[in-house]
C-alpha cells in the first residue's frame, strides 16, 4: 500500500489542523495505521494509531486530550485532528500502515511510511 500524508501547514498556537492519510493500492481496512512524528534535532516519536477497524486508539501522553484519530475505511484515509496545538508540536508529521492486529506504538511495527507533511506552530 501506498501511503500520502496532507493536511500540514503554519498554525498559531491553540489552533487546530487535521491532517490526512490516504492510502492506494490493496485494501486499506487491512491496515492499522500509526502516525510518528519527528523534531529538527530529534528521534521520531510516536503520536497516535488506529487499529484496521478504528475501535482502538492509542495516543502519546504529549497529545491526549488534545488529538484524536479516525478513519473513513471507504476513502481509504485516516485522519488525525489536532486542536490546542503547542509550540512543541512543530514537526514533520509521517503516517505509516502495518499488517498486524492491534494499534502498535512501535514504529518498527508498521512497513510502509508516508512521505511526511509538515506541521509548524507559531506563537
Known amino acids: 500500500v501506498q501511503l500520502q500524508a496532507s493536511g500540514g501547514g503554519l498554525v498559531q498556537a491553540g489552533g487546530s489542523l487535521r491532517l490526512s492519510c490516504t492510502a492506494s493500492g490493496r485494501a486499506f481496512s487491512n491496515y492499522a495505521v500509526g502516525w510518528f512524528r519527528q523534531a529538527p534535532g530529534k528521534e521520531r516519536e510516536f503520536v497516535s494509531a488506529?487499529?484496521?477497524?478504528?475501535?482502538?486508539?492509542q495516543f502519546a501522553d504529549s497529545v491526549k486530550g488534545r488529538f484524536t484519530i479516525f478513519r473513513d475505511n471507504a476513502k481509504n484515509t485516516v485522519f488525525l485532528q489536532m486542536n490546542s496545538l503547542e509550540l512543541e508540536d512543530t514537526a514533520v508529521y509521517y503516517c505509516?500502515?502495518?499488517?498486524?492486529?492491534?494499534?502498535?506504538?512501535?514504529?518498527?511495527?508498521?512497513?510502509?511510511w508516508g512521505q511526511g507533511t509538515q506541521v509548524t506552530v507559531s506563537s
Open positions: 505509516a500502515a502495518s499488517t498486524r492486529a492491534g494499534c502498535s506504538r512501535s514504529a518498527s511495527r508498521y512497513g510502509n
Open positions: 488506529i487499529s484496521r477497524s478504528g475501535g482502538r486508539t
